[in-house]
T-cell receptor
Framework: EDKVVQSPLSLVVHEGDTVTLNCSYE??????LLWYKQEKKAPTFLFML????IEKKSGRLSSILDKKELFSILNITATQTGDSAVYLC???????????FGTGTRLQVFP | NAGVTQTPKFQVLKTGQSMTLQCAQD?????MYWYRQDPGMGLRLIYY???????DKGEVPNGYNVSRLNKREFSLRLESAAPSQTSVYFC????????????????FGPGTRLTVL
């Protein structure tokens, strides 16, 4: 059965710290790995990584995909209180248009 | 563009009542999805629709029905609500199925918070 596992479940840091969120996946006929940020509302899209794009960066956020070891990481440098959210990871497959979501990592950034 | 819209934002039902959650997207996307989100459980897929006129069960379809009314609209119906259906419901859409590129990104609506007493 396909699955996506995220770690840690939660993380508490101070502003300015750097954090690394982990996502391992087992997805049959893997096609993509997506990261979302969810504050007190709907998930918002951050990155999609595929065979042709295994590294993405946007400002203080960056992500890499390791297709050999079947994992991805999301890095956030110089964290701010506005980074506090649940970060969701999801896997996509060539077999289906559905995504398999992990249960998320809750990040809390304190001043 | 409004993106994905959902109505209502909040709803309280009594056990046994029925209701329909509405979802619409204006991005001309092919695929639409209904999820529920419960504490500690992440997003679980209820039903999805790969194109107008087609629907398929997801991970947790029991107690729900859906209708893909047209390309824009995808509704979720609870025929006889139960307390176990208390949750936050999200609708999402994606381009999906576009040849030549990966179109897995799903865009989410604002959610409906449903409480069943």
């Amino acid at each position: 059965e396909d699955k996506v596992v995220q770690s840690p479940l939660s993380l508490v840091v101070h502003e300015g710290d750097t954090v690394t969120l982990n996502c391992s996946y087992e997805v049959t006929n893997f096609r993509s790995l997506l990261w979302y940020k969810q504050e007190k509302k709907a998930p918002t899209f951050l990155f999609m990584l595929t065979s042709s794009g295994i590294e993405k960066k946007s400002g203080r956020l960056s992500s890499i995909l390791d297709k050999k070891e079947l994992f991805s990481i999301l890095n956030i440098t110089a964290t701010q209180t506005g980074d506090s959210a649940v970060y969701l990871c999801a896997g996509g497959s060539y077999n289906t248009d559905k995504l398999i979501f992990g249960t998320g990592t809750r990040l809390q950034v304190f001043p | 563009n409004a993106g994905v819209t959902q109505t209502p934002k909040f709803q309280v039902l009594k056990t046994g009542q029925s209701m329909t959650l509405q979802c619409a997207q204006d991005m001309n996307h092919n695929s639409m999805y209904w999820y529920r989100q419960d504490p500690g459980m992440g997003l679980r897929l209820i039903y999805y629709s790969a194109s107008e006129g087609t629907t398929d069960k997801g991970e947790v379809p029991n107690g729900y029905n859906v209708s893909r009314l047209n390309k824009r609209e995808f509704s979720l119906r609870l025929e006889s609500a139960a307390p176990s259906q208390t949750s936050v419901y999200f609708c999402a859409s994606s381009e999906a199925g576009v040849r030549g590129r990966v179109t897995d990104t799903q865009y989410f609506g604002p959610g409906t918070r449903l409480t069943v007493l």
